[in-house]
């Protein structure tokens, strides 16, 4: 028995290895409802108790409802994780995912060495139909799940209840019977799931222990005293319906069995059922979701109905046929129809909200593991010659490999939301739920990218546009959500497409009419176009949606009065965004409307703000730049001038960089010569490079102050610097070389104006120059392109 003992554990081990792959895998899928979405989990133990009070999906940060599940459990151990390690990590996660599963396969191992001692079961059987349950794909998602942790806690609770029950079945105490039923209860709570395991342990009282109806019943006590609690309990605190996660359950988005006839439901389970066995005995394509429309409505014209009528009616007639003699397969075969029952979708009533799940066979695929391996060593048991062992091990040997291979390959797909949900597309193209999850995720991927470089994001808003696009296409104008076409609004918004994001949120609109995202899309969208009015329509009403961006809303209703000229209504909105963030951006921005406005004493009420006098003087020197845009030079000056002693002290430098240039150039056009010059060396003692102030301290030099070497180092210094009009530049520095007389030099800056810029006057002086220096080639040249 140790020895066999060890082998078991070996092959829990080999479950560990085949998985450790998973350890470095990021949050994916529905983890968050358990972890960075969960209000209470995220506060370790701080309000554990809660999770006992209400339903698990109450405590989602988005979309919480007290409905559909009770798992608090698997909640705590969560909250547990989360107050021990300091926070929530996917390694962590992922590291006691593999435990558990190491675990459950330790302890399923240990119930079929105790059927095998009181049915007398060769070990080989165990051995191989252990391994192969352990290597099975179909465990994929229950392992590289972190949120599927549920499963494994119900699995491994479950199982080691009923190990217990059968080791202590001959020496029964009301203790024994205690514990039994205490860690039965903790698998209910913590996935439902457990439930038909009470009709599984009165199975095994009934074909192992060769009980009668009566006295199995009385076996399963243990089981069935805690299932009671769990339901009452369940039937008090959740809420009627069926909703998770904001999502309601019964429409074709998550099953396609809502909304069909009669013959319509049978005919689809009957299909639906024959895919598990197709996955169970050939994994692939596997994908981690199956939604509308990746199957669709099957009546019953259908030839693949009646085969799986068939294969279902012979199962049946054969568990049926072995209940007399208490056969180990119709054992097995009960076992899994009842394990399976609970995701059956039997009636409208029952439907569960999923047509499809691999998770769903995580407990019952242990029934085809045992039943496939027991089948062929009968099989072989009655070919002449006698090498059972052999046979079985030669058989399976390369299908545990295969399957092996492929669990580890495809559980790359979990590695994160966009490996997954990537792989969901190909594996599943039909489905709307992998076509909007990828979409959303490449859209949420190219927002970061978008950070660093906006070209590089690009690609991937194109292919969310495709992918949102091919899911909303699926689900019709009658099944869209609001919340794949927001996205995808956002998409196409990055993308620059207003146009058709403008389409796409009136959609919203028509699905959502208080959606504040659409409303407040809707009006930036109309504010970038000039359409002020309809701007405004969309953000008062978003205003009054559910959860409005109103700090957002009034900065942007602010600006657009302002553009309108409505300054008492714009102080009014940037007066609410105020109350709502004291910001010194609001400030200023308020201090100038107060002053246009001429409200001086509103003003003043900044008077304990540090900065009110840095705000004055910010929107006197808008002002100032304002007036000499639209060339009122003298004014422009006097502005400039009433500024200049304050400029150092509120960095003014670094809000216009340009200051002393526009205010020795205001100067200058104002012909007040003397006081120009004095502010643009001052400029160049800040700017020693700028092309602007070099080009009018030459031209004070040149053309006032006839000081023309001044001149032509100002004008040289303007070449060095890349100037805006290199042509100009070029013949300044000729005019001011040649009035030295300087012609040679003079030759070479006209020449170079020339590969800007022509005008007959740099023509004639190059002729002339030409002239005096005796170069007839070039005369001829000059006097031919002035005779043009």
Not at 38 to 49: I, M, S
Not at 734 to 761: C, D, M, P, R, T
Not at 763 to 788: A, R, T, V
Request: charged share 20%.
């Amino acid at each position: 028995m140790k020895k066999n003992t060890l082998v078991i554990a070996l092959i829990a081990i080999v479950g560990l290895i085949i998985y450790i792959q998973t350890i470095n895998y990021d949050y994916s899928a529905d983890d968050g409802i358990y972890t960075y979405h969960n209000n209470v989990t995220q506060k370790g133990l701080t309000e554990w108790t809660e999770l006992f009070k209400y339903g698990s999906m109450n405590f989602l940060s988005i979309g919480a409802v007290n409905t559909g599940t009770y798992r608090p459990i698997s909640l705590l151990t969560f909250a547990l994780e989360n107050e021990l390690a300091g926070g929530f990590n996917p390694f962590t996660g992922h590291l006691i995912n593999i435990i558990l599963y190491g675990l459950v396969i330790f302890i399923v191992g240990m119930i079929l060495l105790e059927l095998k001692k009181i049915r007398d079961i060769p070990i080989i059987i165990i051995i191989i139909s252990l391994l192969l349950y352990t290597v099975h794909p179909l465990h994929i998602e229950v392992v590289a799940s972190v949120k599927s942790r549920d499963t494994l806690l119900c699995a491994f609770f479950g199982f080691l209840s009923i190990f217990l029950w059968i080791k202590w079945y001959d020496y029964q105490t009301v203790l024994k019977h205690f514990i039994v039923a205490v860690i039965f209860l903790l698998a209910l709570l913590s996935k439902e799931e457990a439930l038909p395991l009470v009709a599984v342990s009165g199975l095994i009282a009934y074909f192992f222990k060769k009980d009668n109806i009566y006295v199995s019943f009385k076996a399963i006590i243990p089981f069935i005293f805690p299932s009671i609690i769990y339901l009452l309990i369940r039937s008090i605190i959740l809420d009627s319906g069926n909703m998770s996660n904001g999502i309601v359950y019964n429409t074709k988005l998550n099953s396609i069995l809502y909304g069909t006839t009669i013959s319509e439901h049978i005919a689809s389970n009957f299909y639906i059922y024959i895919q598990y066995f197709k996955i169970l005995i050939f994994p692939h394509p596997l994908s981690w979701d199956y939604s509308f429309a990746h199957f669709e409505v099957q009546s019953f014209q259908e030839p693949i109905v009646w085969i799986s009528i068939l294969i279902i009616g012979f199962l049946i007639w054969l568990a049926w046929r072995g209940l007399e003699n208490k056969s180990i397969v119709s054992f097995w075969i009960i076992f899994y129809f009842l394990t399976f029952s609970i995701f059956a979708n039997l009636t409208k009533s029952l439907i569960i909200g999923s047509n499809f799940g691999e998770r769903f066979l995580f407990i019952p695929s242990l029934s085809f593991c045992f039943l496939v391996v027991y089948g062929t060593y009968m099989f072989f048991e009655k070919i002449p010659r006698k090498r059972t062992n052999l046979y079985i091990v030669a058989l399976f040997t390369p299908i545990l490999f295969a399957f092996s291979w492929k669990t580890i390959d495809h559980s790359r797909v979990w590695k994160s939301n966009l490996s997954l949900t990537e792989s969901g597309i190909k594996s599943s193209p039909k489905s709307w739920r992998t076509n909007a999850y990828y979409g959303d995720h490449l859209r949420i991927t190219a927002k970061e990218i978008y950070k660093v470089s906006i070209d590089s994001s690009m690609p991937y808003f194109e292919k969310s546009k495709e992918a949102l696009n091919k899911s909303l296409g699926i689900l019709g104008t009658e099944l869209f959500t609001s919340t794949y076409l927001i996205a995808l609004s956002e998409t196409l918004l990055y993308l620059g497409d207003t146009l058709e994001a403008e389409s796409s949120l009136d959609l919203v609109l028509e699905k959502k009419p208080n959606s504040a995202y659409a409303l407040f899309k809707l009006g930036v969208i109309n504010y970038s176009r000039g359409n002020f009015d309809a701007a405004e329509k969309h953000y008062l009403k978003a205003l009054t949606s559910d959860s409005p961006d109103s700090l957002n809303i009034f900065n942007n209703l602010g600006l657009i009065y302002l553009k309108q000229n409505k300054l008492n209504d714009a102080i009014q909105m940037f007066e609410e965004y105020k109350n709502m963030d004291q910001t010194e951006k609001v400030d200023e921005i308020l201090v100038s409307l107060y002053a246009k406005t001429g409200n001086i004493d509103k003003i003043k009420d900044f008077s304990q703000h540090s900065k009110t006098e840095e705000l004055l003087f910010n929107e006197n020197l808008r002002k100032a730049i304002d007036v000499f845009t639209n060339k009122n030079f003298k004014e422009a000056a006097e502005l400039f001038r009433a500024l200049n002693s304050d400029f150092e002290k509120f960095n003014g430098y670094e809000k216009f960089s340009t200051f002393y240039l526009a205010y020795g150039s205001a100067l200058l056009q104002s012909n007040d010569t003397t006081s120009a010059k004095k502010i643009l060396l001052t400029g160049l003692e800040k700017n020693p490079n700028n092309p602007d102030i070099l080009t009018n301290l030459g031209t004070i030099a040149f053309l006032h102050e006839k000081n023309y070497p001044t001149a032509e180092r100002y004008f040289s210094g303007v070449i060095n610097n890349n100037p805006s009009n290199p042509f100009q530049s070029w013949a300044n520095l000729g005019s001011v070389l040649l009035i030295q007389g300087k012609e040679k030099e003079a030759l070479v800056a006209f020449e170079n104006s020339l590969k800007y810029n022509s005008n007959k006057s740099i023509l004639n002086n190059l002729y002339l120059i030409s002239k005096s220096l005796g170069d007839k080639d070039k005369m001829e040249h000059y006097y031919q392109q002035i005779s043009k």
